[in-house]
């Protein structure tokens, strides 16, 4: 991982300082910080120079060659423009993903009740390029049932309470599991309790320990490793794994009820893009992709795994 900065080194002290209290053989404590990722947390909280900003297109302005992106064509129709990122302005290596120095990273979501048809997508837009003034209509979208905190909204509530939080400023963060295991299926087993015997325990030290400042409030967190303590999927990394491989994924799952050999699913190169988490009531959002894919620009496999608990 990026070179560990003195917030980092405290950060895991703590974590092993909690494991070691709950029972944790110092072995497998070092063994599970050797996990730790690096990762950069957005948020409207301290000084560093904003990188970014919740809600739809609202920086107008053309690129030097006078044009604007086309950012309307192309995002999915239901999808809503979640999030959008300044590369230029997030420091080099502190997400541990290959993304471009510059350009803007566009993060989409359809945070829809009973929407099972791609919950979003990811886009980027070279430097130079105008982000422009082109929010569409908020009465295009054919379901307005999204779940906020204060009850069921609309797209146009969303954007509301979304431009409230702003502007987003970087903090490089290091990051530990923070899933929980489930045993629904094959693919969403659990593969660190093969390696670890005191898996719960361990977790549950990193979660103790990982916001020693206080919960940052709503924000993105891009890179490291996912956020996803209770929810039925374990690591939405994995589970974006499998759902993108639809035979694989359906074998796994009827070996499992039918008590056969299991074909245990990793993540198959997959990475962590960007979870949203803190703004809607009882919902997370994870954007996820192969990181060779990421590498080479190329969105069009992006999962985005949504999760909303009644």
Known sequence: MTRLTPEMTDRLAMFRERALVAGVPVDEVERWAGLARPAVVLAPTGDEPEAGWFGDERRPGPGPDGTYSAIRERRPDENHLIATVDLSAIPTGATGLPLPADGHLLLFATPELGDEDGFGSADYLPPGTGLGD??????????????????????????????????????????????????????????????????????????????????????????????????????????????????????????????????????????????WIGYLNQMSLYWTIPAADLEDLRFDRVQVIQHWTP
């Open 134 to 275: 082109r929010a569409r209509e908020y009465s295009d979208y054919t379901n307005d049932e999204i779940p906020l905190s204060s009850g069921i909204g609309t797209h146009a509530d969303l954007e509301a309470g979304l431009r409230e939080i702003d502007p987003l400023r970087p903090q490089s963060v290091v990051t530990l599991p923070d899933h929980e295991p489930t045993y629904y299926a094959a693919t969403f087993t659990d593969p660190l309790a093969a390696r670890f015997e005191n898996t719960g325990r361990l977790r549950q030290a990193w979660h103790d320990t990982r916001w020693p400042g206080g919960w940052p409030g709503p924000h993105l967190q891009l890179g490291g490793w996912a956020s996803a303590r209770g929810q039925e999927f374990g690591d939405p990394v994995r589970y974006a794994a499998a759902h993108a491989d639809p035979v694989r994924y359906a074998a796994a799952v009827e070996a499992f009820f039918k008590n056969r050999a299991r074909d245990e699913l990793d993540t198959d190169g997959w990475v962590l893009l960007a979870q």
